[in-house]
């Protein structure tokens, strides 16, 4: 009796710290697909303000990242809002923070430089300008309400009614649950408009990224608790 309770016990101290690595995981993955562009623009789409054929170049830059291999650059040749967006999975009432690694090249002074923000929302990062040629972090958090299921995440030269010219290179971009936002820090509240509230979206699908780490830990779970039954059922037939 006394070797099946020691055996319980260390089963549930085995099943607790599965419980934790699997939260400690959720809370430090970054949910972005291909953050640091190593390949390519995977996972990733282009769009801007101004279309016209030579307004804008994004390039997949071999060389020249902070971390790794690759980066990538947008270049305004003419005044443009210019965005590389990914679609990310979120959850009502978390909190996050979205951050990039930049640095630039003949960024115009008096508008929008290179920053991070949320497609849809004013708000912007501090933004980084003129000709900076150490990599410098732009982040800004974000609070997400009921019904909100996806957010379009954004790296970006120039920004809404603010178009700017120059060259801007991205590395290392991610986007992490949170538990608190620090103090003074840039912060987007994600809501639904009225439109959005009568008009439900369907869901986009989720990061492959994260289902599979959600899969891995479930499997490390059952095979704990497989364990846990052998030992169980070996003791008492004994």
């Known amino acids: 009796m006394r070797r099946l309770t020691v055996i319980i016990v260390q089963v549930v101290i085995l099943i607790t710290a599965y419980m934790c690595m699997f939260w400690q995981a959720r809370a430090a993955e970054n949910l972005l697909v291909n953050p640091s562009f190593e390949n390519g623009l995977e996972g990733w789409r282009i769009t801007s303000w101004n279309t016209e054929p030579g307004s804008s170049v994004f390039r997949h830059e071999k060389g ?42 003949d960024v115009g002074e008096t508008a929008k430089g290179a920053c991070v923000s949320v497609a849809g929302y004013l708000e912007t990062s501090p933004d980084v300008k ?89 499997l490390v779970g059952l095979a704990l608790t497989a364990v846990a039954y052998y030992h169980i059922r070996r003791e008492t037939t004994n």
């Open 130 to 218: 003129g000709t900076n040629t150490e990599w410098t972090l732009c982040e800004m958090y974000l609070v997400i309400e009921k019904g909100i299921e996806t957010v379009d995440v954004t790296l970006c030269l120039g920004g809404y009614s603010s178009v700017n010219t120059g060259k801007a290179f991205f590395d290392d971009a991610s986007f992490t649950e949170i538990d608190e936002i620090p103090a003074g820090a840039v912060v987007t509240t994600v809501k639904k408009s009225e439109t959005e509230e009568k008009n439900a979206e369907t869901p986009q699908a989720g990061n492959p990224v994260r289902q599979a780490t959600v899969l891995r830990l479930s």
């Open 64 to 105: 020249g990242g902070r971390t790794g291999v690759s980066c990538v650059t947008v270049e305004n040749f003419r005044e443009n809002d210019a965005r590389l967006v990914q679609t990310v999975r979120v959850v009502p009432g978390k909190k996050y923070r979205l951050a990039v690694w930049t640095k630039t090249q």
